[in-house]
């Protein structure tokens, strides 16, 4: 079923965090933080959603990376419910699609709590101060990846916030699989 994050709260602080990734090293926010902003994506392996803009996000994060955004992306789904979305399914995703950012593992959820992520995939771009300036959409794909030349929504907000420091005021919201919580 698929789920809408809420619209973006304008200068919301981003959470630290210090998580494992499939490269093999443990990635803090702070060495995720861009000079320009720090983009963050929880994504997963198995969701329609985020393998119809796979590529896009690739292509995305390198073309942020070259404006001083900082991109990682979070998995947190439950892999006992969803075993697909298990680290070593994690390592196994990243290398085929040649991620060019950290692919971290939130197991214990703490990180997708403190963010209140609400889907897969749910974008959250934050400025230089890691003041929250984005929480749209990448495009107009949904379970199916969009035309070729539609806007680039991720890419065109996160070029503002590096430039300007502030994202645009009109957001439309991801839209995604749930996260897969863990039972409490």
Known sequence: MATTPP?????????????PATDGKTYSLDDI????GTLIMFICNH??????????????ARD??????GVAAICSNDADSHPADSFDNMVTFAKAAGFPFP??????QSVARAFDAACTPDFFGFNADLELQYR???DASGARSAAE?????????MREVAETGLGPRDQIPSMGCSIKWKAA
């Open 64 to 69: 942020l990376s070259a404006l001083g955004i």
């Open 103 to 108: 692919y971290l593992h939130d197991e214990d």
């Open 149 to 157: 030349g539609v806007r680039r929504d991720l890419y065109e907000a």
């Open 33 to 36: 933080r861009g000079p320009k």
């Open 7 to 19: 619209v973006c709260d304008f200068g919301w602080p981003a959470p630290g965090f210090t998580l």
């Open 47 to 60: 969701c329609p959603f985020v393998i119809a803009v796979r590529d896009r996000i690739v292509r995305d």
């Open 136 to 138: 749209g959409r990448l």
